[in-house]
């Protein structure tokens, strides 16, 4: 049985852990060294912690009876996905969705303004779990810092 909760500071680095598990496993392949270092510097800065601390970067998890986390998600800008990640042996049994269906609720109903949309920079390997969820790419395959996406977008 999965729940959906907000974290708390005490989940951080177990969070961030996870999300350095995942993306060794499954996108750093795809990626320059830069690429790999981009994404480390990101998931490991102090500032993006702060951030969350002050409630500016929204982070759920997804976790088990026992509070392991299974999964998470993160927002930055009210509506943009910045993270999503689920542990590897959980893959195919909807954590993913249900992490971006809480998402959406958020947005729509817990923000002072609600949002109409949710937005992704998806990695090459995520693209076809976004396209499933009902994101469209709105551009062309970008390269920032070594990390290379494909902004999409999903209506709400």
């Not at 996905?81 to 959980?90: G, Q, Y």
Request: hydrophobic share 45%; net charge negative; charged share 25%.
């Amino acid at each position: 049985m999965i729940t959906i909760r907000p974290a708390m500071i005490n989940d951080w680095e177990s969070a961030m852990a996870l999300a350095w598990r995942t993306f060794q496993k499954f996108e750093a392949k795809e990626y320059t060294q830069e690429g790999v270092e981009s994404f480390l510097d990101f998931i490991s800065d102090e500032t993006l912690k702060k951030m969350f601390i002050k409630g500016y970067y929204q982070l759920f998890l997804a976790v088990n009876e026992f509070d392991t986390i299974m999964g998470m998600i993160s927002l930055r800008e009210e509506n943009h996905i910045s993270l999503l990640f689920v542990e590897e042996k959980l893959h195919h049994q909807g954590i993913g969705s249900s992490l971006i269906a809480y998402a959406s609720e958020y947005v729509q109903k817990s923000l002072p303004v609600p949002r109409l949309d949710l937005t992704v920079h998806a990695a090459p390997t995520a693209i076809p779990f976004y396209e499933k969820c009902g994101f469209v790419p709105i551009q062309e395959m970008q390269e920032k810092n070594g990390i290379v996406y494909l902004p999409m977008k999903k209506e709400l």
